[in-house]
């Protein structure tokens, strides 16, 4: 992965308002690979059930998605996210959002996103598309 790429994604992903928001750290970044993380705090991301919200899980995994999507230095955009949701996390868990790109095209990716808690539990699983537009990401 060119390195110039990678800082630019490191340094927009830091100063991203909606995962500055949610709390979501990039941890890790390579060639069609993300590691995010966030700590699942129930007092601003809970639903009307008390458990964590689908919409927070979602913003983790597609902060990993997004990450991982422009490694090659082009912009890519979702156009299908699938997720399925395995169990809820604890108060304070720390969550991680790890994205694999398993196949590319000129102009599509295919990702495989997994959510695990702190102790490697299975949080939610996603397959996510992405088009490749081909243009350079623009904060590069």
Avoid: W
């Avoid at 090659?72 to 979702?78: F, L």
């Avoid at 699983?125 to 490749?132: G, T």
């Amino acid at each position: 992965m060119d390195q110039k790429v990678r800082e630019a994604i490191v340094n927009a992903a830091h100063q991203e308002p909606f995962a500055r928001l949610l709390g979501i750290e990039l941890l890790e970044l390579e060639a069609g690979y993300s590691r995010v993380g966030m700590v699942y705090d129930p007092s601003r991301q809970d639903n009307i059930y008390a458990r964590a919200h689908g919409g927070v899980l979602f913003g983790l995994i597609d902060e990993a998605f997004e990450t991982a999507g422009q490694t090659d230095g082009s912009v890519a955009v979702a156009l299908n996210v699938n997720v399925t949701y395995i169990a809820s996390p604890e108060p304070g868990d720390r969550l991680h959002a790890e994205a694999r790109r398993v196949a590319q095209t000129k102009r599509t990716a295919n990702y495989d996103i997994k959510v695990t808690d702190s102790g490697g539990r299975l949080i939610a699983v996603c397959q996510a598309l992405a088009y490749r537009t081909g243009k350079p990401i623009p904060f590069l």
